[in-house]
């Protein structure tokens, strides 16, 4: 099963190689990694989704907890949350019909165009990795000159939070 996870950790040098160390030395995926410093210039945010059975995501939360760099941490996909993930895409637009395509798909998706040139469009698209997924199947693999995608960032839903 995929599971978010959501970190404050210390920002400071070795902190994210600690977290994928762990992973790494038990042979544990991380399927996508953001990180960013929060309010707090002392600490950062850290999101990762792996996926694992229970009690594989219990014990790698168990084994981050120990580390000396983790504030504290919670698996967001044990409640309500928002995902989301940003996609940046560049695609081929060489004639009239392209770019009408393009920009049709665009529109249906309710993303941007971002930047036009004599042959190609860079779309911004902003959504779960569902939706970006779809999008990706939608413009057709020949027309896709490069994909770049941040990873999931995720929040908990209500009065439930990840703070210090």
Do not use: W
Not at 106 to 116: H, L, N, P, Q, T
């Amino acid at each position: 099963m995929r599971h978010i996870i959501s970190i404050l950790i210390e920002n400071e040098a070795g902190a994210l190689s600690r977290v994928a160390g762990l992973f790494s030395a038990r042979g544990y995926n991380i399927e996508s990694l953001t990180v960013a410093p929060t309010e707090d210039g002392t600490v950062s945010r850290m999101t990762l989704v792996t996926r694992g059975s229970d009690e594989i995501i219990e014990q790698i939360t168990k084994q981050l907890n120990k580390l000396v760099d983790v504030v504290r941490l919670i698996d967001l996909t044990e409640g309500a949350h928002i995902e989301r993930e940003m996609m940046l895409i560049k695609v081929r637009a060489e004639d009239n019909e392209q770019r009408a395509e393009m920009t049709r798909l665009a529109e249906i998706f309710r993303a941007r165009v971002v930047d036009v040139t004599d042959c190609s469009y860079t779309i911004e698209l902003t959504g779960n990795s569902q939706k970006l997924d779809a999008f990706i199947q939608a413009a057709h693999k020949p027309s896709i000159l490069e994909v770049v995608r941040t990873g999931v960032s995720g929040i908990a839903r209500g009065d439930r939070a990840l703070h210090i």
